[in-house]
């Protein structure tokens, strides 16, 4: 069964830095598309950022210049590194991505299980 696996949330203070991973069985085709999204309680989730198949990555205004979006094409994995932590960071962060799980098959997204990141003094 495919599945994205996260890790990497945890607690931090203002100023610190974490780095997610998202990553994919070994064994699929490729990954295409992929983003991060959070969700803080009360509020809906939102999209924080992607990168496409191409590579080209976008970021919401309020992580512009802190958060990078990254992937390692070999190891199945998408990576948010997150920099600069704010309070407001705080959220549950879910990876999302576009998967080909053999050459021949049709596109599929999945979302990995959620991973808290708290950022706090």
């Known amino acids: 069964q495919v599945q994205l696996v996260e890790s990497g949330g945890g607690l931090v203070q203002p100023g610190g830095s974490l780095r997610l991973s998202c990553a994919a069985s070994?064994?699929?085709?490729?990954?295409?598309?992929a983003g991060w999204y959070r969700q803080a309680p009360g509020k809906q989730r939102e999209l924080v950022a992607s990168?496409?198949?191409?590579?080209?990555?976008n970021y919401a205004d309020s992580v512009k210049g802190r958060f990078t979006i990254s992937r390692d094409n070999a190891k199945k994995t998408v990576y948010l590194q997150m920099s600069s932590l704010k309070p407001e960071d705080t959220a549950v962060y879910y990876c999302?991505?576009?998967?080909?799980?053999?050459?021949?098959?049709?596109?599929?997204?999945?979302w990995g299980q959620g991973t808290q990141v708290t950022v706090s003094s």
């Open positions: 070994l064994n699929i085709f490729n990954i295409y598309g």
């Open positions: 990168i496409t198949n191409g590579g080209s990555t």
């Open positions: 999302n991505a576009n998967l080909r799980t053999q050459s021949w098959s049709t596109i599929d997204n999945y």
